[in-house]
């Protein structure tokens, strides 16, 4: 039901109670109307002070805001209000209930007053449980529990969370405390410092600073670009023409560099390659070279704002960084590896608990343009995201409690002379949980208990499973809409990746088919499980040769099955939390996460996979989208529940990531 048809309940029944004694020729006194507007005053101001009080309070907003001065001040009026009118209503109360006082004795003073302190409790009581109403429990996690059973055999170590009586997987514990409800993003509502935001910008000590030189258009389509990105390569080494000093420039300007700069003088504001929720920019770029020329060995950090490259620690470091991740034999023979980590504490500052999911996306945002950049350029590569997370950020001399690494990519030339594969390092879940002081508990034990540590001996090879997500049963009758050919390769890949934007306004005309399949059929590759996991589905609103429906799409068969006809613009505005770039979108493309697909093989471990390929899967459509003249904006936040009642999946079989909302630009 509306909030808006709950909130006004009570004055639809003032206003038809008054209307029904008008109708019988009883028209209710002055008086009556007085008390009962008196008492549904308090009410509505019991709300508002719950709302505007304790919740603002719980965001730490400074404490002389205007909100907080008339908000006070009302809710004084309101209780003096009620408290000069207490005769009356007292009176009226006897008379219309003359059996509470038949005698017409009074109430001794101690009781009198005994009954206005509780009534003071209670109203306050009412307040905080409205404004603050978060809970609180005892969280104990255990390992050890079976978990989900791989493709290949075999049970998972599983992080299982004990909770009020409740055992889940870590996993779906987080998923379920950081998702969005009606109820959940009035009660729950951000800590949100809003006089401190954290910098988008990150710095260490460094030994040198290499001064890069200016991007380098690419001029390769963004088509090609995307579907050489999606390959995997068996070897990589250095090529036949090697990796110059002057193509990192381009690969790492077109993944994380700062591509335009706005805001008024003294507050600029630097946008950049790939998006980020709430342009907070979590990732951060580190680059371990071994073979390019024009650059000693090292480890390096890659400052976007100065375009350059400060050196961290001299000397050729990809064994050690092999020997903690698997496919460790790609990364000693890459000529170069990009290392993307993120600062959980930026996101988790606006989006609270579900800073979490923002990293992750963010993550695979940026991994999609790397993966796109590096095609272009001629570089294949592969995201690996097992590897032990202390040792990688020893490696990188990085604090795990505050920033933790999320993908490593080995990037150079795919080769065809593969060794034999060496068996792959045993990898087991991490116990221990670093103190973190500056994002919630949810986000700490999500980051922290999803690492892994080095198991001692090696593992059998093991074949990658088939995807594990079948596609649904669905009616023989659904409709099938088969996607025409995309209509070219469109613009070059660097020019694209520079005019990148989020857009928030779309054109009012609709979308062609043809157009809707150049976006989504660009989803699919790259990432860390290759999408294994997702699920793509089509919310249609205004695409010509498309009735309005929600439609899943097959990408082996190029094709979308209805699942739900008839017009659902409104419902999804409205589960996307009302935020107009919804509303105003001709499609919206939504990506989900199956549970035990993204369970191999490492347990919870895997919802950061899946969400890194979900970020994977968006960035790559906003490239599509932009190189086709298309407006496109992802957005992370909605209902949860709603969204998979849309949808018509298992929530407890499929977890909704991410929207994407696409439309012509204005």
Not at 84 to 97: D, K, Q, T
Not at 380 to 409: E, K, N, Y
Not at 429 to 447: G, H, K, Q, S
Request: charged share 15%; aromatic share 6%.
């Amino acid at each position: 039901m509306s909030v808006i048809v709950v909130a006004a309940l009570p004055l639809v029944a003032i206003a038809a109670w008054v209307t029904w004694r008008a109708l019988r020729g009883q028209p209710v006194r002055r008086f009556a109307i007085n008390v009962v507007v008196g008492v549904a005053l308090l009410l509505y101001f019991a709300i508002t002070a719950g709302l505007g009080i304790f919740w603002v309070a719980n965001q730490e907003l400074p404490a002389f805001d205007l909100h907080y001065l008339f908000g006070y001040l009302t809710l004084l009026l309101v209780v003096a209000h009620v408290w000069i009118n207490a005769p009356l209503l007292a009176r009226f109360v006897r008379r219309a209930a003359p059996s509470l006082a038949a005698s017409g004795q009074r109430f001794r003073p101690g009781v009198a007053w005994t009954a206005r302190a509780l009534g003071l409790v209670a109203f306050g009581g009412l307040c905080f449980w409205i404004g603050w109403s978060r809970g609180a429990s005892v969280v104990r996690i255990e390992l050890g529990a079976p978990g989900a059973v791989s493709a290949a055999g075999g049970e998972l170590l599983e992080q299982v969370v004990h909770e009020d009586g409740r055992a889940l997987p870590l996993s779906r514990w987080y998923h379920q405390r950081s998702a969005h409800s009606r109820r959940t993003v009035i009660a729950r509502g951000p800590r949100v410092d809003w006089d401190h935001p954290p910098s988008p910008w990150e710095s260490y000590p460094a030994l040198a600073t290499v001064a890069l030189p200016r991007a380098a258009p690419v001029t390769m389509a963004t088509g090609p670009a995307l579907a050489a990105a999606a390959a995997l390569p068996d070897a990589l080494g250095p090529g036949v023409a090697p990796v110059t000093v002057a193509a990192l420039a381009t690969l790492l300007h077109l993944t994380q560099g700062v591509t335009d700069v706005s805001g008024p003088p003294g507050k600029p504001f630097h946008k950049r390659a790939a998006a980020s929720s709430g342009a907070l920019y979590p990732t951060v770029t580190h680059v371990v070279v071994g073979e390019v020329d024009g650059l000693e060995p090292g480890l390096y950090h890659f400052a976007p704002r100065d375009h350059a490259l400060p050196l961290l620690r001299r000397g050729d470091v990809r064994a050690e960084l092999a020997a903690a991740s698997a496919h460790g034999a790609l990364i000693r023979a890459a000529p170069l590896t990009v290392v993307l980590s993120t600062l959980c504490g930026r996101s988790s500052w606006k989006y609270g608990e579900r800073g979490y999911r923002y990293c992750t996306l963010d993550a695979g945002h940026a991994l999609a343009n790397l993966q796109a950049a590096g095609a272009g350029l001629g570089l294949a590569s592969r995201a690996v995201g097992r590897f032990d997370d202390g040792r990688v950020a020893a490696t990188l001399g990085v604090d795990l409690a505050r920033q933790g690494p999320m993908v490593v990519v080995p990037m150079g030339a795919a080769r065809a002379d593969a060794a034999a594969s060496a068996a792959e390092p045993g990898f087991a879940p991490a116990t221990e949980v670093p103190v973190r002081a500056d994002v919630p508990d949810a986000v700490r034990l999500m980051a922290a208990r999803t690492g892994l540590v080095l198991a001692g001996s090696p593992a059998a090879p093991r074949a990658v499973p088939p995807p594990l997500l079948a596609p649904r049963a669905l009616p023989g009758d659904a409709p099938v809409v088969a996607l025409p050919p995309p209509s070219g390769d469109g613009d070059a890949l660097g020019a694209v990746i520079e005019r990148r934007r989020s857009e928030r306004r779309f054109g009012g005309a609709p979308l062609t088919l043809t157009e809707l399949a150049s976006v989504v059929d660009r989803a699919r590759g790259g990432g860390v499980l290759a999408q294994r996991p997702l699920r793509l589905h089509v919310v249609a609103i205004r695409v010509a040769g498309l009735a309005p429906g929600v439609y899943e799409h097959r990408a082996a068969e190029r094709a979308l099955i209805q699942v739900r006809a008839g017009d659902v613009r409104d419902a999804t505005y409205e589960l996307a939390l009302s935020q107009e770039v919804v509303e105003r979108a001709a499609a919206v493309v939504v990506l989900s996460a199956d549970v035990a697909a993204m369970a191999w093989p490492d347990g919870s471990r895997g919802f950061r996979y899946a969400w890194i390929d979900a970020g994977v899967a968006a960035g790559r459509m906003y490239l599509a989208a932009v190189a086709h003249g298309l407006g496109v904006s992802s957005v992370g936040a909605f209902f949860d529940d709603e969204l998979v009642e849309l949808l018509d999946v298992d929530g407890a079989r499929e977890l909704p990531v991410l929207l994407v909302a696409l439309g012509p630009r204005p």
